[in-house]
């Protein structure tokens, strides 16, 4: 049914930016909320991001807020996510996930990952 295929990731270096995009394909969906997570090995999935579809401010995690910026498109169904000074612990697989129910306690759909190298 509906997938979520992430893009944009690759290697930059230390201060440098990245912008990664999700478009979803399949059926269409009304989500309640994208988001972004992301995944350094040996370590546990870290939220970065998310927005509520109908509106709002969106949300960011404490290490990264202030240097990445969480972006909607509501006719798509898609979300970007600019990264700026960027930092070596940066480094890690960005998931994209979506939520259909604002009750639901995990997000039920994911992408692949794409993944975010920041050399220093």
């Known amino acids: 049914q509906v997938q979520l295929v992430e893009s944009g990731g690759g290697l930059v270096q230390a201060g440098g930016s990245l912008r990664l995009s999700c478009a979803a394909s399949g059926r269409t969906f009304s989500p309640y909320a994208m988001g972004w997570f992301r995944q350094a090995p040996g370590k546990e999935r870290e939220f970065v991001a998310a927005?509520?579809?109908?509106?709002?401010?969106?949300y960011y995690g404490d290490s990264v807020k202030g240097r990445f910026t969480i972006s909607r498109d509501n006719a798509k169904n898609a979300i970007g996510l600019q990264m700026n000074s960027l930092k070596p612990e940066d480094t890690a697989v960005y998931y994209c996930?979506?939520?259909?129910?604002?009750?639901?306690?995990?997000?039920?759909?994911w992408g692949q990952g794409t993944q975010v190298t920041v050399s220093s």
């Open positions: 996930a979506a939520k259909k129910f604002a009750f639901a306690k995990e997000y039920e759909y």
């Open positions: 927005i509520i579809w109908s509106g709002g401010s969106p």
